[in-house]
């Protein structure tokens, strides 16, 4: 009898265990589901509302989605956020105000800091005097924009550092009053579909600017930059594509041109920057100067390195050089295309070398005034992997990769 009682009591104890892990699975469910059919939050600034009012009352690790209407004229500032959305109502503008703000930080219009997957979408953000109209800091990761339109004459369109990550699609920057993008303090950012540019080719102005940070970019084009893109300080460029936000027709080419003929390098590499150029091709048209110099397409100098192992850098009319690889750097090259320079189509000087590797395709170097350059303490190497006759004025061109070796 004793045995029969406790098998009931157990057949009892199995029965409530079931039906609580029932309700518990049941009750997330229903929190999982309210959590997803919670409606986005609406702000219209041009009815007085303020985007910062509502953002203090957020619980900061709620998904929560804000649908910004209308100008909001405010600095605002994103802190310690996880998942959050603001979306732009169609003609929603985040403006920089004529005074400074008043909580210490720098000056940006829209600062992201020490945030994790937060995407800003749809937004037209115009800065004045500011540092930058978006900023991203203190490790933010994750951080999406999208659709962005940033104008101004702040110092950069968009600023990110101190090892954040961020991903840009259909984002246009135009004339910052330095650079459209800075890169720096380790962060990583990836671009892709995206316009940075001088509408006038006037003053100086940058499209990249990266200092010990890495960007990987595809199917993007900058355009009328005294530099498009500068790197230095171990900074990183790939031309390289990935898995993207938005469907992407081929080609999928990153394009510096300079219609307003006022660049000076389309990219320059210092202080033991790299430039790989993967399986997307870099064009860069009527980069340079006239004045020849160090202007050129591609400038490597103080010990950098430019690699194009596939083939896909393209360097066509440059006013200046070509391709200029000074002061102890380097460039390896296969089935590139570097043709009609005012100056040298390849140029390398003071300490430096480039390789030219066999690939696919032989690399093309010509109709330069002068194809391939080399002072007397630098080389060039893989004469035999030139297409055509080239033009040459070196004294220390190899055809194979090394002098004989015993």
Known sequence: ?????????????????????????????????????????????????????????????????????????????????????????????LRQPSTNPTNGLAIQVLSILASRSVTIDGLAIHSGSALAGIGIGQNSMDIR?????????????????????????????????????GVFDVSDVHVESSLFESTTGSGFHEGLSIGSGHVTIQSSTIRNMQVAVEANKSGMIDIQSFNTYYPISTPNDVIIENPAGTNSQGVKLGGGAQLNVGDTKLRITNAGQPWGG??????????STLSDGGG?????GSQGQGVFVSNNSHASLSGSNITGSNHGGLVVANLSTISVGPGNTLTLVGGNAIDVFCDSKSVVTGAANFAGVPTINCSNLLPGDTEPLP
């Open 294 to 303: 160090n202007s050129a397409a591609v400038w490597v100098s103080d010990g």
């Open 312 to 316: 896909n850098l393209v360097v066509s």
């Open 145 to 181: 924009l999208r659709n962005l339109i940033l104008d101004g004459t702040g110092v950069f369109g968009l600023i990110v550092a101190e090892e954040s990550q961020v991903s840009l699609a259909r984002v246009t920057a135009r004339d910052p009053g330095f650079a459209s993008v």
């Open 1 to 93: 009898m004793g045995r029969e009682i406790q098998s009931q009591r157990n057949i009892v104890k199995t029965k409530i265990a079931v039906v609580f892990v029932a309700v518990l699975l049941a009750s997330l469910m229903v929190s999982s589901a309210s959590a997803q059919i919670m409606p986005a939050l609406v702000v219209n600034c041009n009815v007085g509302q303020s985007l910062n009012g509502i953002l203090s009352k957020l619980n900061k690790q709620l998904a929560t989605t804000i649908v910004v209407q209308g100008t909001c004229t405010e600095y605002v500032l994103i802190n310690g956020f996880e998942g959050l959305t603001l979306k732009g109502a169609p003609g929603a503008a």
